[in-house]
């Protein structure tokens, strides 16, 4: 009951901030998601960085995770959900409280998503290369300055 309140209050609080930034995205709805569908990968030398999409109703729900050694770790739980008019991305890392992220700009094959009140990351940007290619850029402000994770994703084979 608890997590059902403070997702409300963190869902509030996101889109009273960003509502202008919000203009930009009210055209389009979760079906420009679609090319996520799949299972996606990249390879970092020590480990596998996979996202998988699949379609659930209203809704796209994802999972992203790390293969080192045949052994998954890091695993996050993602939505990408239309709430209200506005396309949203919500990642949950294992126990802790969903990080809601709403849509501030998008160009039709760059989608870009903020929560300026969270730690880090701040801005999560998915672009769209081609079918079987996204780039994502994973940044935030961190004591030491900007840090940015870059995700070259190739859509999987498997």
């Known amino acids: ?38 299972k996606w990968e990249t390879d970092f030398g020590n480990y596998k960085y996979y996202e998988e999409w699949q379609k ?9 995770y790390r293969i080192k ?3 998954k770790f890091d695993g996050e739980k993602l939505i990408l959900i239309n709430i209200h008019g506005y396309i949203s991305y919500i990642a949950t890392v294992g126990k802790q409280q969903p990080i809601l ?6 160009s039709g094959r760059k989608f870009v998503f903020e929560n300026n009140e969270h730690d880090f ?15 994502v850029l994973v940044e935030g402000q ?17």
């Open 1 to 38: 009951m608890k997590i059902k309140y403070y997702l409300t209050f963190l869902i509030i609080t996101v889109f009273c901030s960003l509502i202008e930034a919000q203009v930009s995205s009210h055209s389009i709805d979760i079906s420009n998601f679609d090319f996520l569908i799949g």
């Open 56 to 64: 659930e109703n209203d809704k796209l729900t994802g999972l992203g």
């Open 101 to 106: 992220f709403a849509m501030t700009n998008n």
């Open 121 to 135: 990351p701040q801005k999560i940007i998915y672009h769209v290369i081609n079918n079987d290619s996204i780039h």
């Open 69 to 71: 050694d045949g052994e």
């Open 142 to 158: 961190m004591k030491s300055g900007i840090v940015k994770d870059e995700y070259n994703l190739s859509r999987s084979i498997e």
